[in-house]
């Protein structure tokens, strides 16, 4: 999904859907949104998508977002048509209210265990967006790999191609849009960045794994794209809808 336009201040309030789908206000190039989006996808939920402009938010955005962030999910039909906000409590409705393809393990230790990691993953998002905006400091590399360790040596003794087992579960979904994103460091630093193949060997099976996931393909960037948009970021004119009108279909690789 390229997306459409980005909402904007002054844009009128889009109608209520009346197909009973879903809709998800999100920004094309929002790591937390594209985790529900994963979500979705992964339960094939149909839903609609609102992509909102952060720089000139809609004056309504707050009505279903309080704090005027993204993902925020409408539930359309529930009474009163309300709004959550949160990725996480977001992913965690979903994965209740339609359980036929559930992402979480059923077991409440393993659940909470997949949590922590999730949590735990902030470790590595930090760094991370520290180098996508301001480029490399000394350490902050060495912070990434120290944070994604943790990772490699979890999949190792899990003993699976996936976190989730034979497949993409919640804990994949979670941290795959830093994963996606991890691939702009190759073109934000002027040295090209490669991750030690031996020391992340499992994590990048995985990630090989995961591009072809068909909830991971249908909301896929490559690193290219993402630095891309990162640039404009960077020189405060985020360009939320370069990829409007782009008819060239993104490469998965
Ligand atoms: N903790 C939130 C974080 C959401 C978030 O920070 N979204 C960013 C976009 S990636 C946002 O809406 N920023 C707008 C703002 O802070 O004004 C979640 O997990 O959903």
Known sequence: MNGGKHFAKGSQKPELPDDGMLRLYSMRFCPYAHRVHLVLDAKNIPYHTIFINLTDKPEWLTEFSALGKVPALQLTTDEGAPALI??????????????????????????AQDKILIERFGAVVSPMYKVFLSGNEPGTLLEISKGLDIYEQELRSRGTPFFGGDKPGMLDYMIWPWCERSEMLKYLLDDK?????ERFAQLLKWKDLMINDAAVKSFYLNGETHAKYMRSRREGHADYDMLVNTSKRQRTC
């Open 86 to 111: 949160e990725s996480l409590i977001i992913a965690e409705y979903l994965d209740e209210k339609y359980p036929e393809k559930p992402l979480y393990p059923k077991d409440p230790l393993k659940k």
């Open 193 to 197: 960045y490669k991750m030690d193949e």
